[in-house]
């Protein structure tokens, strides 16, 4: 069973404007969350995670996310778009913290910001 | 510096060769992993491994052995290397603490590997 996904292949969204990347997941306790950025021909960067604590977490580069345990819902935010937002977007989970601690990411969203 | 670096960053080799990734991190971490990207940028866990444990991924060939001299290093090794085996895998580093994870997962910048 798939413990991560993300709906959208791909997203455009106009410079300046607000942009969403969604995630939900589906693991059972307390998971950790993540958000990772992979620009092309390079590693993933880590961008935010959700430990516990405040439902709202702010990362790198403006990004935040919004942890929803009722939706089960880690969707990434930006207020603003910019172009070199434009990248490949990894929504990650751990489902049982304090075991092997892998990492099982969603399948990726294309963020695409035209000028 | 380089917190996760790995070697060589582009692999081209024939089906039926052996060969090695080598991947060094610097940051003091105690747990390093392995993962593959295919061609469609899926991402999937290989192997971990601290100094207590290896975890492998069950679906993981058995061709595909991780090799640890020391804590700072986790080598990939693959034997009789196949077509399907090519794809980005990308080794990286966190810290695991009492069951907790202090920090988040550092990743190398990836091997492409194809199989000729």
């Known amino acids: 069973a798939q413990s991560v996904a993300q709906p959208e292949d791909q997203v455009n969204v106009a410079e300046g404007n607000p942009l969403t990347v969604k995630c939900t997941y589906s693991v059972s306790g307390n998971p950790y969350l993540f958000w990772y950025v992979q620009y092309p021909n390079r590693g993933l960067q880590f961008l935010l995670k959700?430990?516990?604590?405040?439902?709202l977490v702010k990362g790198s580069y403006g990004f935040e996310a919004e942890f929803n345990k009722s939706q089960t819902s880690f969707h990434l935010k930006k207020p603003s778009a910019l172009v070199s937002d434009s990248a490949l977007y990894f929504c990650?989970?751990?489902?049982?913290?304090?075991?092997?601690?892998?990492?099982?990411f969603g399948t990726g969203t294309r963020l695409t910001v035209i000028p | 510096d380089t917190a996760v670096s790995q070697t060589p960053k582009y692999l081209v080799t024939q089906m039926g060769n052996d060969k090695s990734i080598k991947c060094e991190q610097n940051?003091?971490?105690?747990?390093m992993y392995w993962y593959k990207q295919d061609s469609k940028k899926f991402l999937k866990i290989m192997f971990s491994?601290?100094?207590?444990?290896?975890?492998i991924n069950e679906t993981v060939p058995n061709r595909f052995s991780p090799k640890s001299p020391d804590k700072a290093h986790l080598n990939l090794h693959i034997n009789s290397l196949e077509l399907g085996d090519s794809a980005v895998y990308f080794c990286?580093?966190?810290?695991?603490?009492?069951?907790?994870?202090?920090?988040?997962?550092?990743f190398g910048q990836g091997t492409r590997l194809t199989v000729v």
């Open positions: 959700y430990i516990t604590g405040d439902n």
């Open positions: 940051l003091g971490h105690d747990t």
């Open positions: 990286a580093s966190s810290q695991y603490l009492g069951g907790q994870v202090n920090t988040e997962a550092f």
């Open positions: 491994y601290n100094n207590k444990e290896l975890i």
């Open positions: 990650a989970v751990i489902p049982r913290p304090g075991g092997a601690n892998n990492l099982f």
